[in-house]
């Protein structure tokens, strides 16, 4: 039997200690992983403090060589996020979930956003390389979800 390199390396990823370490500590858990779509949940801190998850969707196609396709997503409707249900907080929090045209999580390292406006050019801390792991993008949305956390802390009285 002949295996994708492109799915081997996921799954190569995904037994990674470090991106296991993650979910052993509940930053982040696999819904689910069918070659080349996988479904994944990242835990988050609301504006109000209290925590939740928001769900992704995940298109690996010509992994790494090529950037990861990364929509917050609504696995009972099998569909984006409804702008409505999307996350709450600051500046960098609501670009990032954005609805845009390719609809995307807008981040540099997407597929679809890294080449939109030069975001990967602009910022080349944040690009995709195919010498990044899923680590790298697992990390990046559990940063951004839980900004909210550093914000409820430094308000007065909180």
Known sequence: ??????????????????FLNGCDAGRWRIISFSFPILDFAISATEPDGKTGEYSFQAELSIFPAQAP???IWDHARNAPLAAELRPKGGARLQKTFQQWGSDTVYRPWDRETGPHGNNAANFPHLAWRPDRHLTFIFED??????????????RPGA
């Open 69 to 71: 396709k990364v929509r």
């Open 141 to 154: 949305l559990y940063g951004i979800l839980n900004s909210n956390a550093r914000a409820q802390r430094l």
């Open 1 to 18: 039997m002949i295996v994708d390199p492109s799915a081997a390396r996921v799954v190569a990823d995904l037994e990674e200690a470090e």
